[in-house]
């Protein structure tokens, strides 16, 4: 069965071309949500002033990679001790976050989280919000497949 996730985790590049290539991942896009403004560009975006995250949507299929593993994936490679950063990349559009979209998704987003703090593997506390899925808002095509379009690797 087909479910979607949604996760912010710095600038999508990088975390579309994670995803991308996992098995049971039937589909990535990069895009924008979580923010004030219908239909935001990239610069409107990168302003910080709309509130928008940058994020990756996950299609995948269940019964290969399961949304507990995607959760994984997502705390292992990202810094979720950085408010509003990744890296060189500082604003409120690359704050770390897990959009939901069932409640199943929170509960299991929130366990796993809760044992990433407890794991001891992070020297500050995790500052990654769990928040209910809001408007997706498909980033500009050149954006999408970023770095698979320039045969670049990120992890």
């Not at 590049?13 to 403004?37: C, D, H, I, N, R």
């Not at 509003?84 to 500082?90: F, L, S």
């Amino acid at each position: 069965m087909a479910q979607t996730a949604t996760f912010g985790a710095g600038c999508f590049w990088g975390v579309e071309a994670l995803f991308a290539k996992q098995p049971g991942v039937k589909q990535t896009s990069v895009g924008y949500m979580g923010g004030t403004l219908p239909n935001p560009s990239y610069q409107a975006v990168c302003t910080g002033q709309t509130q928008h995250v940058e994020v990756v949507q996950i299609d995948f299929d269940e019964q290969t990679i399961s949304y507990a593993d995607l959760l994984q994936l997502f705390w292992q490679h990202h810094d979720p001790t950085t408010i509003n950063r990744q890296g060189p990349d500082i604003g409120s559009q690359y704050r770390s976050v897990v959009f939901y979209h069932s409640e199943q998704q929170r509960q299991e987003a929130e366990l796993i989280m809760a044992q990433w703090q407890q794991s001891g593997c992070f020297a500050a506390p995790i500052v990654t919000v769990i928040e209910p899925a809001q408007d997706y808002y498909l980033a500009e095509d050149y954006h999408q497949q970023y770095l698979a379009k320039r045969h670049q690797s990120h992890t």
